[in-house]
């Protein structure tokens, strides 16, 4: 049986034959005390998601517009899908779901292409945009997986670095 989220699906497969403790059944309860917090972020991304992005790539531009002329179409293709994936994320509330359906994906195409760098300048910019244009309550939430997509961004440069 699969779980909602990771974290659940990990719990149930580790409870087999036996009955979950108090500490195992503080993180459902967690999960179902803030359910309907999260459904309405994703309902709040799903209707900003697109503005958001175009903001943030109207930023971008200003930072690194040859990125923009010759891949602007894929960039803004890229950040509404990882917008799509931070909404699902944040109703799951799954930063492992995150990590391995979007953001180790992308970073590793990405590093092929070596375009990361100015990813994750973009992704800063969104960052940004986020926090300009979303309440606290919902920017606390975006967060986390945001700073997953930076850190992954940032990664192969770091690991260049130390080589």
């Known amino acids: 049986m699969i779980a909602i989220n990771s974290q659940l699906n ?5 409870s087999e034959g036996r009955y979950l403790s108090n500490s195992e059944l503080q993180g459902i309860k967690q999960y179902l005390q803030t359910v309907s917090e999260r459904a309405k972020i994703y ?19 200003t930072l690194h517009p040859d990125v923009m002329k010759k891949h602007g179409k894929r960039c803004y293709y890229d950040m509404t899908e990882v917008m799509r994936y931070i909404a699902l994320s944040v109703l799951r509330d799954d930063p492992q779901f995150f990590k391995e359906a979007m953001a180790l994906w992308e970073t590793n195409i990405l590093a092929a292409y070596q375009k990361q760098y100015p990813c994750l300048v973009c992704y800063r910019c969104l960052q940004e945009i986020i926090h300009e244009n979303l309440p ?19 990664l192969p440069a770091k690991m260049m670095n130390a080589a």
């Open 10 to 14: 990990d719990l149930i497969s580790q």
């Open 136 to 154: 606290t309550n919902v920017t606390k939430y975006m967060d986390p997986y945001i700073t997953i997509m930076m850190q992954a961004l940032d």
């Open 43 to 61: 309902d709040i991304l799903q209707a900003k998601s697109d503005p958001l992005v175009r903001l943030a790539l109207k930023k971008f531009m």
